[in-house]
């Protein structure tokens, strides 16, 4: 009896390894490469599954994986954060190197916060984000002005209508901590002026509204804090050459209806009752003293940028020459940028790089005296005398009023 059950075991040992055999023989092992679509870098840590199977695994530091599927007719789902998932059929192949590209949908909800980035859904604290393409669609000297009216609960103003000027930003409204600006940390670096940063230059704005959100750079973040990205370099097969420019011009929307010499002669003998002027219609238009102070301003920007890199280098390389004119006479702002960032992989886990930017800017600011001057001179006075001198317009009521073109003229700063 014990012999024979000592055979039956062995026979169902023997099948059970048979079976196990078979379905072994029956997976299909299936192996390739996962790459970024965009610069053929590996991706690390893909999910590779079989559609409506058990199977699957994972990408190594090389972007390489190996999975069993259930036959050579199974259909591969690859998935990967922030890229479209896509799906494969083998159709008999066992080898298999796939390419992934960058989703959009799920790229436009990551922002940078304090403690690196995260996804729009997982922020507990409050931050609006301005992407590259919002900032390059507007024609500004500064990264504050890209500002205005793209993010809730931040108020930015403009500090005085001069060429190159900054603005005011307040962030959750006038009631900040002592009316101040928020911090700006540009590639890191904190400062509290970005207005030597190129707008074209930047990748994203990241504003940082509450406390939760600031509580990395404590105190300094009372008043919120601005967080700028500049563009980085990206692994290309050709370095990509991009110029850029655009030219326009500036004026005042309408001037202030006011009296001709003429009728300015003719008035001021009606309310005097006098004939201080004898022949007022000899004067003519007299001077305009806004078209004096007042012009067409020309504003002109050119960009001249190189992006490119390897597996283990990459650039990016940027030069910028702003120059905007005053609508006012003897006010302009120039600007010239230069910028090289660069990131130099040394291994898998250690990399180096560097930002640097130099900026020379030059500002002529008006005397602001000659808008309210050429208001309340008398329209009967010309800007200079017979000796090409500036005249001396006081006012026929006796009040002192400069002359409006010799406050332009002298009254310029230049920094």
């Not at 030059?362 to 000796?387: C, E, F, H, L, N």
Request: glycine fraction near 10%; hydrophobic fraction near 35%; aromatic fraction near 8%.
């Amino acid at each position: 009896m014990k012999p024979n059950l000592l055979c039956m075991k062995k026979i169902t040992f023997t099948l059970a390894c048979s079976l196990l055999a078979a379905w072994t023989f029956a997976q299909t092992v299936v192996s390739g490469r996962v790459t970024d679509k965009q610069d053929g870098s590996p991706l690390i840590g893909v999910t590779v599954r079989e559609k409506d199977g058990s199977g699957g695994g994972t990408t190594d530091l090389d972007g390489n994986y190996t999975v069993r599927v259930a036959g050579a007719q199974s259909t591969l789902v690859f998935s990967y954060t922030g890229y479209a998932t896509l799906e494969f059929p083998l159709d008999g192949r066992t080898q298999l190197d796939v390419s992934l590209g960058e989703d959009a949908n799920v790229l436009e909800q990551v922002v940078v916060v304090g403690y690196g980035t995260q996804r729009k859904s997982d922020l507990t604290g409050a931050v609006g984000s301005v992407k590259t393409k919002e900032i390059e669609r507007i024609a500004t000297a500064s990264v504050e002005q890209a500002l205005q009216g793209k993010i809730a609960g931040v108020y930015v103003t403009p500090t005085s209508g001069e060429p190159g000027q900054g603005a005011i930003i307040r962030i959750r409204g006038t009631g900040t901590l002592n009316n101040a600006n928020p911090i700006y940390v540009i590639d890191g670096m904190i400062t509290y002026d970005a207005s030597f940063v190129n707008p074209q230059d930047v990748a994203s704005i990241e504003v940082l509204k509450d406390a939760s959100a600031c509580a990395i750079y404590g105190a300094r973040g009372a008043n919120g804090v601005v967080i700028i990205t500049t563009k980085s370099g990206r692994k290309r097969d050709n370095a990509v050459i991009s110029l850029s420019t655009y030219y326009g011009t500036q004026q005042i929307t309408r001037k202030i209806d006011l009296l001709n010499a003429s009728e300015f002669a003719q008035a001021y003998n009606e309310l005097t009752n006098s004939q201080y002027f004898t022949d007022p219609s000899a004067l003519g238009e007299g001077t305009d003293w806004q078209g004096e102070i007042f012009r067409t301003a020309p504003m002109g920007n050119v960009q001249l940028s190189a992006n490119g890199g390897s597996d283990r280098f990459t650039y990016n390389i940027s030069g910028n020459y702003f120059n905007q004119s005053g609508i006012l006479k003897n006010s302009e702002f120039e600007r010239v940028t230069l910028r090289f960032n660069n990131e130099f992989k040394v291994n898998n886990w250690f990399t180096i790089g560097n930002n640097l930017a130099y900026s020379n800017a030059k500002r002529q600011i008006a005397s602001g005296s000659a808008i309210t001057s050429a208001y309340r001179v008398s329209p009967t006075v010309a800007p200079t005398d017979s000796t090409g001198d500036f005249s001396d317009p006081t006012s026929p009521f006796g009040l002192a009023v400069g002359n409006p073109v010799a406050s332009l003229y002298y009254g310029s700063n230049n920094h």
